[in-house]
């Protein structure tokens, strides 16, 4: 069998991996923990197979057996979320001699996975941050309220409070979330950060990009449109969109990791002084990553290309404009904003204007929508 990718967890950003390289011609294998799961519907997707816990060394030794026994030796693994990033990372030894990993060395994953190392990382080349402390230390006497709270590995953070951040409003505010999480034994799992104002059009900048030795190849740059939860989460609703400055923070980022594969970094701009600061890197693709795709940077096609010795083309040029919507998602929430006043009407259908991008729904695989439509009542009750 010719080389082909596995990917691993098949939701929605899975999915558009799974077409990206299926519509390539490219044998695609889903592996997924758990019932959320659409890639493996998809025509794309030549083999699925139910998996371990993501953050398991047992999946790497799934994987092991799975190259021992489908033939799959020398095939492109592409990791989903954070938690399986960091276990291949962790057993590069085990599964390098075995296939190509999109997935950076252990020490790199770390600082990137590590939203406190990932600032100091940052700080250290000389780029703008939020004012970033951990809980043991003393608050910074620059410290400007309101701050956050946020764990240092976002997805467990979320997993235990079923928030992405806590919001401390006064120091008093922050002493008693601060002795809740020390009483937990959180206290060194978390950090503060300062919360950059928020303003009017204020919109999370993400840079999607393919990087080799810490030079980036392929870039492309879209903004979180619409989100929940409303400051501080997942897109509903994104824009393609062109920004220099932003793929100009990136590059300076990319070649103090050092970075080889894919990842996405967020930036938001602050209004007290109008520089990018950094949020986050995801080392890997991102829920939205089909908007770049649909653009014109194919993001995961080039690294599987380059991954097995092909020579792939980096395109210089994308289209901005394009818009991104998870339907379900954004319907929901967006609902919700227009309910509170949060949002008109107006600028509710406003944001939408341009050409779509369906976060699920193509018309050579509608299955995966079809079935995400069934999961419906199953996604809203564990949300």
């Known amino acids: 069998m010719s080389k082909g990718a596995i990917i691993i967890e098949g939701h929605v950003q899975g999915l558009s991996n799974t077409r990206a390289l299926g519509r390539a011609g490219i044998p695609v294998y889903v592996l997924n923990h758990g019932e959320k799961c659409v890639a493996r519907y998809s025509r794309y997707c030549a083999k699925y197979f139910p998996c371990p816990p993501y953050d398991s060394d047992e999946l790497a030794h799934f994987l092991k057996d799975l190259a021992e026994h489908h033939d799959v030796q020398g095939w492109v693994v592409f990791p989903s979320n954070d938690h399986a990033v960091l276990t291949l990372s962790r057993n590069r030894k085990l599964l390098s001699p075995l296939y190509h990993l999109m997935a950076p060395e252990p020490e790199t994953a770390l600082q990137i996975c590590d939203k406190y190392l990932l600032m100091q990382k940052a700080v250290a080349a000389g780029l703008p941050v939020p004012c970033t402390w951990n809980l043991t230390a003393p608050v910074p006497e620059k410290a400007v309220w309101p701050v956050l709270i946020k764990g240092r590995l976002g997805l467990s953070f979320y997993r235990k409070t079923g928030k992405k951040v806590v919001i401390c409003r006064s120091l008093k505010e922050y002493q008693s979330q601060k002795e809740e999480f020390t009483a937990s034994g959180w206290e060194d799992l978390v950090m503060a950060q300062e919360m950059i104002p928020d303003e009017k059009d204020q919109c999370t ?87 770049a795709r649909a653009a014109g940077v194919d993001l995961t096609l080039i690294a599987w290309q380059d991954a097995v010795g092909m020579s792939p083309v980096f395109p210089d040029h994308y289209a901005a404009d394009l818009v991104w919507r998870n339907f379900y998602t954004d319907v929901w929430f967006g609902l919700g904003s227009l309910i509170r006043g949060d949002l008109a009407l107006t600028a509710y259908f406003g944001q939408m204007k341009g050409k779509k991008v369906p976060a699920v729904w193509a018309k050579d695989d509608p299955r995966p929508f079809l079935r995400l439509t069934l999961l419906l009542p199953y996604l809203m009750r564990n949300r």
């Not at 903004?223 to 793929?247: C, M, N, Y």
């Not at 894919?262 to 080392?283: K, Q």
Request: some cysteine; overall charge positive; glycine content about 6%.
């Open 205 to 291: 900048i993400s840079v999607g990009i393919y990087c080799v030795e810490g030079t980036i190849k392929a870039s492309w740059t879209g903004i979180k449109v619409r989100q929940h939860p409303a400051r501080f989460g997942t897109a509903t609703l994104a824009r393609s969109i062109h920004d220099q400055e932003a793929v100009t923070y990136a590059e300076n980022m990319m070649k103090a990791l050092q970075y080889n594969g894919i990842c996405e970094i967020e930036l938001l701009r602050d209004p007290r002084d109008g520089r990018l600061r950094l949020i986050e890197i995801n080392p890997r693709t991102w829920l939205w990553v089909e908007l």
